[in-house]
């Protein structure tokens, strides 16, 4: 794997020493020197799911120092501190805590030096190690930028020079991990690298390569990472790699990502912080996620790790509130077989919505007196039905209201003549326990198996959707 230069470029600004003394063990006692800083506020802040919260600020003293105290020791992890975006410094905290001491160098901050914590000691000695090399590697990139793009033996003179600075770094990277296996630094460090992915025979076209480095990566992505250690939720990295993994490694369907979003929780168990913070993560992800059919990642959660599970950290109100959308949603779903429902057809007679034949069913649950069901039908009528009739799309349009004769006038005025037009005016199918109508218009697309292959859409992009399967 070629070392991570764009990461290193964003961690670049330290350097560091450490020494331990007799203080209490179980607390965190940080003192920050910046002569040149009299005065300015200074901060100590946390990563947590991507983002930084900040701990703790103060005010540097005239005399240049400031300090941090916590009566207990904060979790291990990656933690910032910062007095403006020149001078900030990026430690990382292990057990040793009690003792920490910066002395900054404002003049050049790479001269910066640490005492009392050894992970930082070894990640800032490492930095100092790489920084030569790595502006090196920076100006030979813009070199390359510049240059007449009809040389080609001068940049490929430059391409050599940059594929070997990668190597060399990569190498140096790892045996960093090896010489201090068993520290937070190495971990870290590791965890800051994609996995190797071992090349396949040369015959293979791009195509062929993507796809095997693509399903590789589905199962080995967090290879350099355990995902039973906590201090991983305290980077700043750790968070956007669970995203990529889920948004650009797992295959973008909802049973897909469910599936993959359950299994890495399942790594989990061993450790209960981490098992919270997985499951936790995937659910708030996908309950926010805008995309369709997200709902199927956080209903299997639940079913497999929450739903009668008492789960401590989740109080009464938020399993009420998970509960009642599990119920709304678990028998409409995508992917799954719809409900039938036996409904009365405007001219009179039952259907059964499942033994309608066409290639497509589109149920569009509406109510006359819902203004944007009426502006809705009516883009409906004009850039899906006759757009897509000829192509096996049928609509069957169902009032879920109970004024039949309200009905009648409403399908005459909105020219629906040529829809299958349906009624359930005394509620005997109880439609909206199979499909979530709280909202009209609810809109649930199924194919010829009468499987849900859409939902809740709109019908710009109910138009991209039928334009992929009909055409």
């Not at 965190?28 to 930084?52: D, M, P, R």
């Not at 000691?121 to 100092?128: A, F, H, K, P, Q």
């Amino acid at each position: 794997m070629k070392f991570n230069i764009l990461f290193f470029l964003f961690l670049i600004s330290l350097i560091v020493k450490a020494q331990t003394t007799d203080k209490d063990k179980n607390a965190f006692h940080l003192e920050v020197y910046a002569q040149t800083e009299a005065s300015k506020k200074i901060y100590l802040g946390s990563y947590s799911e991507g983002n930084i919260y900040k701990l703790d600020s103060t005010i540097i003293s005239s005399q240049g120092k400031a300090v941090f105290s916590n009566k207990e020791a904060y979790p291990e992890g990656q933690y910032i501190v910062y007095i403006n975006s020149d001078l900030k410094f990026q430690i990382l905290l292990g057990h040793d805590q009690n003792d920490i001491k910066i002395f900054v160098n404002s003049s050049d901050v790479t001269q910066s030096t640490i005492n009392g914590s050894r992970d930082t000691e070894i990640y800032w000695d490492y930095l100092r190690h790489c920084e030569d090399k790595i502006l090196n590697y920076s100006d030979l990139l813009n070199k390359l930028d510049d240059m007449d793009q009809t040389n080609i033996e001068d940049i490929a003179k430059i391409q050599t020079q940059l594929s070997d600075m990668e190597t060399a770094l990569d190498q140096y990277q790892k045996a960093q991990i090896d010489l201090h296996k068993g520290t937070w630094f190495s971990a870290w460090l590791k965890g800051t690298n994609s996995v190797d992915i071992p090349p396949i025979s040369q015959d293979k076209n791009s195509s062929e390569q993507s796809d095997y480095n693509r399903k590789y990566l589905k199962i080995h992505y967090f290879d350099n990472i355990d995902l039973t250690d906590p201090r991983f939720w305290h980077t700043s990295y750790f968070s956007s790699y669970l995203d990529d993994y889920i948004s650009n490694i797992v295959e973008q369907e909802p049973d897909s990502l469910a599936h993959a979003a359950s299994l890495l929780v399942e790594k989990t168990k061993d450790n209960d912080y981490c098992y919270q913070k997985m499951l936790s993560h995937y659910v708030n992800w996908s309950l926010k996620s805008k995309l369709m059919g997200m709902e199927n990642v956080w209903m299997l959660l639940y079913e497999n790790y929450i739903k009668d599970k008492n789960l401590s950290w989740i109080d009464n109100r938020e399993y009420a509130s998970l509960d009642s959308l599990y119920t709304i949603s678990e028998n409409c779903r995508i992917g799954i077989k719809a409900h039938n429902l036996e409904l009365d057809k405007l001219e009179g007679g039952k259907i059964s919505t499942n033994n309608i034949d066409a290639k497509y069913t589109l149920l569009y649950f509406y109510s006359p007196a819902c203004k944007h069901c009426v502006e809705e039908i009516t883009r409906l009528q004009e850039k899906i039905f006759n757009q897509f009739k000829n192509n096996g799309l049928i609509i069957v349009g169902i009032n879920i209201d109970s004024n039949i004769d309200n009905w009648k006038s409403f399908v005459h005025k909105m020219n629906m003549k040529d829809w299958v037009n349906c009624s359930d005016s005394n509620f005997k199918s109880k439609f909206w326990m199979y499909y979530d109508t709280s909202f009209t218009p609810a809109i649930y697309l199924l194919d010829k198996d009468k499987k849900i292959v859409a939902k809740k859409i709109d019908s710009s992009n109910l138009e991209k959707v039928l334009s992929y399967y009909l055409k």
